[in-house]
């Protein structure tokens, strides 16, 4: 079941990127305020159903309260974000390796509302979604709600960052990611 979301969400992030290459061109997904990609940009809305992803890779601490010891373990996780038409409005969907707990990633999908302006250097979200790797009964998605704040510094597009979450049910107890995210975003360098 875990391997079909995988590929149902690769599937998506890849389609989403093509029907993005399909867009007429115009000059609101090229912006003077973005001449590169930065962390945690969720791309043109003006024109767009859903707008073309945008693509993080991240790295750092992973973080959870528990009784009587607490759970510090780094970890990886590529984050594909993408706007709506409607202001503020953006869906992302991360997938999270923590290497110490094995080979798997967890993964999630949520809609979220981004008050702040995207050429602002600080980004807040919060949203409700699913996530994978959570439940005692085999793999199964549970409700997943999550914010985050990062700031996007001048230097190499980096983007430190937080982010909360926590599973829905009971026994779930708050995540914590404390780390950098950079942009990957083949389809914005271009050749001589």
């Given at each position: 079941m875990r391997k079909r979301l995988?590929?149902?969400?690769?599937s998506l992030v890849v389609g989403t990127g093509q029907l993005a290459a399909q867009h007429d061109g115009s000059s609101d997904y090229h912006d003077d305020e973005h001449p590169h990609q930065t962390a945690f940009w969720e791309g043109p809305r003006a024109g767009?159903?859903?707008?073309?992803p945008h693509l993080?890779?991240?790295?750092g601490l992973f973080y959870v309260s528990h009784d009587p010891s607490d759970t510090r373990e780094a970890?990886?996780?590529l984050h594909a974000q993408a706007a709506l038409g409607i202001p503020a409005v953006e869906l992302a969907s991360d997938l999270q390796w923590i290497p110490s707990f094995g080979a798997t990633?967890?993964?999630?999908?949520?809609?979220q509302i981004a008050p702040v302006r995207a050429s602002s250097r600080l980004y807040l979200s919060a949203g409700l979604g699913v996530v994978t790797g959570h439940s005692s009964k085999g793999?199964?998605?549970?409700?997943?709600?999550?914010?985050?704040?990062?700031?996007?510094?001048?230097l190499h597009e980096i983007a430190p960052f937080v982010q909360v979450g926590r599973a829905f049910g009971s026994g779930q107890k708050a995540e914590f990611l404390i780390g950098i995210a950079h942009p990957l975003a083949p389809y914005r360098f271009h050749l001589p």
């Open positions: 995988v590929l149902a969400a690769l767009w159903t859903i707008g073309a993080d890779i991240n790295g970890f990886v996780r990633p967890t993964w999630s999908a949520v809609g793999d199964r998605l549970k409700g997943w709600m999550q914010g985050v704040l990062a700031v996007r510094t001048p």
